[in-house]
């Protein structure tokens, strides 16, 4: 697990990385987990207290695809994840999605 130190150095890299698109890709596509969840903290943090920030627009987006949904939708796409075999299936049916 990364001190805030760290932390902070690994978002500030994701939001370099991530200047031509919305840092909150930047955030979604941190690999380590625990970095994951503190830097989605922090980035929310900085969002949020900025009404003109330029995320907000794929944020809207992001919900919006997401409001039809039901909640248990969240729980299944959880559990996708934390199953190797099924996070494999979806990476290679959707390749392209990740890496075109």
Do not use: C
Request: charged content about 20%.
């Amino acid at each position: 697990q990364l001190n805030s130190r760290q932390l902070a150095a690994e978002l500030n890299a994701a939001l370099i990385l991530g200047r031509n698109r919305p840092a909150f890709w930047s955030v979604m596509n941190m690999y380590d987990k625990p970095t994951r969840l503190r830097a989605w903290d922090t980035y929310f943090k900085d969002v949020a207290q900025n009404p003109g920030h330029p995320d907000w627009a794929q944020l809207d987006d992001f919900v919006n695809s997401s409001e039809t949904l039901p909640v248990t939708t969240f729980e299944a796409v959880a559990a996708i994840s934390r199953n190797h075999y099924a996070a494999a299936r979806y990476g290679i049916l959707f390749r392209l999605r990740f890496f075109s």
